[in-house]
């Protein structure tokens, strides 16, 4: 349900403004609307022309680039991207070597995202138009070394949207349900309330938060 509605919020169309949600919240995303096909009626390869094809005549196919591509959600939104798109216009990225199967299912490459450089050749040389920025370290590892925690939550943040904003990329970041924090109200939890989180993960995202709303009113 949660990649659904994720799938569903940040890529149905190009003109999605910041707003602040309880669990799942995001910054900036303006996606093209979802072409829906069927492989069933043709082969795979029929299909994938096809797809091309209709896209092309409607609309241009976003190129979409997903950073911290191995983690929780990256392949599972990739396999919904890439079926909803064309295969190849769906790039995962990652720092650690990537599995066969991940390898067969559609582009991959290296990158860092604290190497401004190297996902700067990597947005110019593929031509992208979507960032989907998941690359962050989790509360586990996070409150084990908050350092490093602090300049991948962080530095690799201000690295993504300096480069959406250089190159007018449509960008989505999600937050967390650990930006709240126990002094929050719950049951429900307002959009706007007190954030006041007990881990740098929790912490990197109100401060991802915050850069958010500075992007869109400096936008606006």
């Given at each position: 349900?949660?990649?659904?509605?994720?799938?569903?919020?940040?890529?149905?169309?190009?003109?999605?403004?910041?707003?602040?949600?309880?669990?799942?919240?995001?910054?900036?995303?303006?996606?093209?609307?979802?072409?829906?096909?069927?492989?069933?009626?043709?082969?795979?390869?029929?299909?994938?022309?096809?797809?091309?094809?209709?896209?092309?005549?409607?609309?241009?196919?976003?190129?979409?680039?997903?950073?911290?591509?191995?983690?929780?959600?990256?392949?599972?939104?990739?396999?919904?991207?890439?079926?909803?798109?064309?295969?190849?216009?769906?790039?995962?990225?990652?720092?650690?070597?990537?599995?066969?199967?991940?390898?067969?299912?559609?582009?991959?490459?290296?990158?860092?995202?604290?190497?401004?450089?190297?996902?700067?050749?990597?947005?110019?040389?593929?031509?992208?138009?979507?960032?989907?920025?998941?690359?962050?370290?989790l509360s586990a590892v996070g409150e084990q070394n908050i350092p490093l925690?602090?300049?991948?939550?962080?530095?690799?943040?201000?690295?993504?949207?300096?480069?959406?904003?250089?190159?007018?990329?449509?960008?989505f970041v999600p937050s967390t349900i650990g930006a709240f924090g126990p002094?929050?109200?719950?049951?429900?939890?307002?959009?706007?309330?007190?954030?006041?989180?007990?881990?740098?993960?929790?912490?990197?995202?109100?401060?991802?938060?915050?850069?958010?709303?500075?992007?869109?009113?400096?936008?606006?």
């Amino acid at each position: 349900m949660l990649l659904q509605n994720l799938t569903r919020n940040a890529l149905r169309h190009y003109n999605v403004r910041c707003n602040r949600l309880n669990a799942l919240r995001h910054y900036y995303v303006r996606c093209n609307r979802l072409y829906s096909g069927g492989p069933q009626l043709f082969g795979q390869n029929q299909v994938n022309e096809n797809k091309q094809e209709v896209l092309s005549q409607s609309q241009e196919i976003p190129r979409i680039l997903i950073t911290g591509g191995l983690g929780q959600l990256g392949s599972m939104l990739a396999r919904k991207l890439r079926a909803k798109y064309y295969p190849e216009s769906v790039i995962l990225s990652d720092i650690v070597k990537p599995s066969k199967e991940i390898l067969k299912s559609g582009p991959y490459m290296y990158a860092d995202i604290l190497d401004f450089k190297n996902l700067q050749e990597l947005i110019v040389n593929q031509q992208i138009d979507v960032l989907i920025h998941f690359s962050a370290l989790l509360s586990a590892v996070g409150e084990q070394n908050i350092p490093l925690a602090m300049r991948v939550n962080i530095e690799g943040l201000h690295n993504v949207l300096e480069l959406a904003k250089q190159y007018q990329l449509k960008l989505f970041v999600p937050s967390t349900i650990g930006a709240f924090g126990p002094d929050s109200p719950r049951n429900p939890t307002p959009d706007i309330t007190i954030q006041r989180p007990r881990t740098i993960y929790g912490v990197s995202k109100v401060h991802g938060e915050l850069m958010g709303e500075v992007c869109i009113f400096s936008i606006a």
